[in-house]
């Protein structure tokens, strides 16, 4: 019966976990991007970052990288005018 019991437990564990990377997967992709924001403010700036993103004008319009999970957005700021 034990064995039982600890076969849920580590079971309960494992979805739990699942459960909260797949939150934190939504969170990151459902959440507002600044790039859109860093672009309207400087129009005339070709690269700029917020700590966690860093995105670029392109010829193939805007590019950014991906955030980091546990990364806190700052004020966008001009990397390259």
Known sequence: MAER???LAVSV???TALAAAMLAVLATVFSPRPDAQGAAREPACSEWTDGC????????????STPGIACV??????LKP
Do not use: H, K, N, Y
Request: proline share 8%.
């Open 13 to 15: 564990a494992v979805v």
């Open 5 to 7: 019991d600890e076969s």
């Open 73 to 78: 957005p700052q004020a966008p700021r001009c």
């Open 53 to 64: 993103i860093v995105c670029a004008r392109t010829a193939q319009g805007l590019a950014c």
